[in-house]
């Protein structure tokens, strides 16, 4: 990977990032955040999992994304 590339794919990932941290409630499906973002599936999918695995991001059973909001433990 060359400088240039590694620099567009981390400038990805924080715009991605930021838009779904500035934005609570947004929920984009695969295609939605491919169209959104301008990029193609294999980099979204990549993208999309990094963050949820960063719990930046939640991925529902329907296959939507949107913001990882972590549940509060309840009180004994």
């Not at 981390?10 to 838009?19: F, K, P, Y």
């Not at 169209?35 to 599936?41: C, G, P, S, T, Y």
């Amino acid at each position: 990977m060359t400088s240039n590339s590694r620099q567009t794919l981390e400038a990805l990932v924080m715009r991605m990032q930021d838009d779904f941290l500035n934005s609570a409630w947004l929920t984009l499906t695969v295609p939605e955040a491919e169209q959104r973002f301008d990029v193609d599936r294999t980099t979204c999918e990549a993208v999309l999992g990094v963050l949820v695995d960063a719990h930046v991001l939640a991925r529902s059973r329907e296959g939507t994304y949107a913001r990882f909001f972590p549940r509060l433990a309840r009180a004994a």
